[in-house]
């Protein structure tokens, strides 16, 4: 199973970018997928989290000013950026929680990163 992110780039303080994350591979089913970033000697944290049935879930600091979403049929999900402040500069990171047999246990993939910068 492969994570491919993109849509990462240079925005200015206010501005918007969307991100992108398709799986792709030996696919049964996906539960959560999510997005987490990270910035130098900081810990990785999760931003926002999509359940297989649609359920979300965000940082505080993100709330009311990103949105998550999932394509199931094409094994994508999202994450709609707006109002962004040079704060949430950071390299993204999609995860996907990915069974890959009907009968097997799921397991934790990740996508590459992909960086995010916010000028002021």
């Known amino acids: 199973v492969q994570l491919q992110a993109s849509g990462g780039g240079l925005v200015q303080a206010g501005g918007s970018l969307r991100l992108s994350c398709a799986a792709s591979?030996?696919?049964?089913?996906?539960?959560?997928m999510s997005w987490y970033r990270q910035v130098p000697g900081k810990q990785r944290e999760l931003v926002a989290l999509?359940?297989?049935?649609?359920?979300?879930n965000y940082l505080d600091s993100v709330k009311g000013r990103f949105a998550i979403s999932r394509d199931n049929a094409k094994n994508t999900v999202y994450l709609q950026m707006n109002s962004l402040k040079p704060e949430d500069t950071a390299v993204y990171y999609c995860?996907?929680?990915?069974?890959?047999?009907?009968?097997?246990?799921?397991?934790?993939?990740w996508g590459q990163g992909t960086q995010v910068t916010v000028s002021s």
């Open positions: 995860n996907a929680i990915v069974k890959t047999r009907r009968f097997g246990a799921a397991n934790d993939y």
């Open positions: 591979g030996s696919i049964f089913s996906i539960n959560d």
């Open positions: 999509i359940t297989s049935t649609g359920s979300t």
